[in-house]
């Protein structure tokens, strides 16, 4: 059963423009939601990460908007760079019980940032 | 420290054989996650430490899998009897408890089974 689904699978975007990837999650006891940034033979690095008592968190360019009711949240990057092309995963955990911690990942969007 | 470490980087391996992975994390963080991770998708979850107590082991955990983490410093993954479905990136992350820290990855153990 898949958890967090992602979507698109793949963005291609122009330099300066924005990339907006999307995430829907199944279990309302979720609780924390960050977003990772994987570059090939790469582990994820830690990107931004939003608790559901906000709609949007922000952190330079990149920005988290979280929809409870819709059991949604979306990364927006603003002005985005070549240098941003990578793999970007959403994910999810519980806050609490034995599976404290446990992430569970989106399926991953392979961004472009053409020049 | 400047964040999880592994070793080794890449593994090749023939099926049958046995492989062992280890894992450092971040010096003060008392949880250690392994995950696993296969061409295109998202990680998924294995096991966690608390500490030196393994407190969850993923379904995806056959029984040739097994996970310590002596002392709740370093931990090490074993694969057992290795298949070829084994071939994947082993991921490793830790964390601190307080607070429900965030979650920092190592760059991860290429497997490939032959």
């Known amino acids: 059963q898949q958890q967090v689904k992602q979507s698109p699978q793949s963005l291609i975007v122009q330099k300066g423009g924005i990339s907006i990837i999307n995430c829907a999650y199944e279990?309302?006891?979720?609780?924390?939601f960050p977003w990772y940034q994987q570059f090939p033979g790469k582990g994820p690095a830690l990107l931004i990460a939003?608790?559901?008592?906000?709609s949007e968190k922000k952190e330079g360019r990149f920005t988290i908007s979280f929809n409870k009711s819709a059991k949604q949240f979306s990364l927006h990057i603003m002005d985005s760079q070549p240098g941003d092309s990578a793999t970007y995963f959403c994910a999810a955990s519980l806050h609490g019980g034995t599976s404290y911690g446990k992430l569970t990942f989106g399926q991953g969007t392979i961004l472009t940032v053409h020049p | 420290d400047t964040g999880v470490s592994q070793d080794p980087r890449h593994k090749i391996t023939k099926r049958g054989q046995n492989v062992t992975f280890r894992c450092d994390p971040i010096s003060e963080h008392n949880r250690l996650y392994w995950y696993r991770q296969t061409l295109g998708q998202g990680p998924e979850f294995l096991t966690y430490f608390q500490n030196e107590a393994q407190l969850e082991k993923s379904r995806l955990l056959s029984d040739r899998f097994s996970a310590e983490r002596p002392k709740g410093s370093f931990s090490t993954l074993e694969i057992q009897r290795t298949e070829q479905g084994d071939s994947a990136m082993y991921l490793c992350a830790s964390s601190q408890l307080a607070g429900g820290g965030p979650q920092y990855f190592g760059p991860g153990t290429r497997l490939l089974v032959l």
């Open positions: 939003i608790r559901p008592d906000v």
């Open positions: 279990n309302t006891a979720f609780d924390y």
